[in-house]
């Protein structure tokens, strides 16, 4: 997992350990950690996107260089599903980035999504608090 989410995910979990002794300041500071991580998400995503057009591009070329290639006597060496298969085998470490990525903007933002309800409780039970 990149460090940059790493220690945004650090962060969210110190918040998370103080728990109901949040105050006002803990909770602004959480909430723009909220932001930093859908930010990040949202760019994370971005690359994500760009990456897989890029690949699908990669993937296409190579496919039609395959699916070209002659033996000495002229035959076709690659069926489309050997060609298919070469593809993934070549491409395997880029689609395993391209995972880690997705996995990566998704947990990140679920995450994110989380803080609203947490601070929804510490509002509730501050409120309680001073209803009494």
């Known amino acids: 997992m990149n460090e940059k989410i790493t220690q945004l995910i650090a962060r969210h979990?110190?918040?998370?350990?103080k728990w109901l002794m949040l105050n006002n300041d803990d909770l602004f500071n959480w909430v723009m950690l909220q932001d930093e991580m859908i930010s990040?998400?949202?760019n994370l995503k971005s690359e994500y996107n760009e990456n897989e057009i890029r690949l699908k591009v990669e993937k296409g070329k190579r496919m039609i260089?395959?699916?070209t290639l002659l033996d000495d006597n002229g035959k076709k060496?690659?069926?489309e599903s050997t060609a298919d298969w070469t593809l993934r085998a070549e491409f395997l470490n880029k689609d395993i980035q391209q995972n880690a990525l997705k996995t990566s903007y998704e947990l990140l933002y679920q995450i994110a999504q989380l803080i609203t309800e947490y601070?929804?409780?510490i509002k509730?039970?501050?409120k309680a608090l001073f209803t009494i």
């Open 65 to 67: 260089e395959l699916k």
């Open 40 to 42: 990040l998400s949202s």
């Open 119 to 121: 601070i929804n409780i």
């Open 77 to 79: 060496l690659h069926t």
């Open 124 to 126: 509730l039970n501050n």
């Open 13 to 17: 979990e110190a918040f998370k350990q």
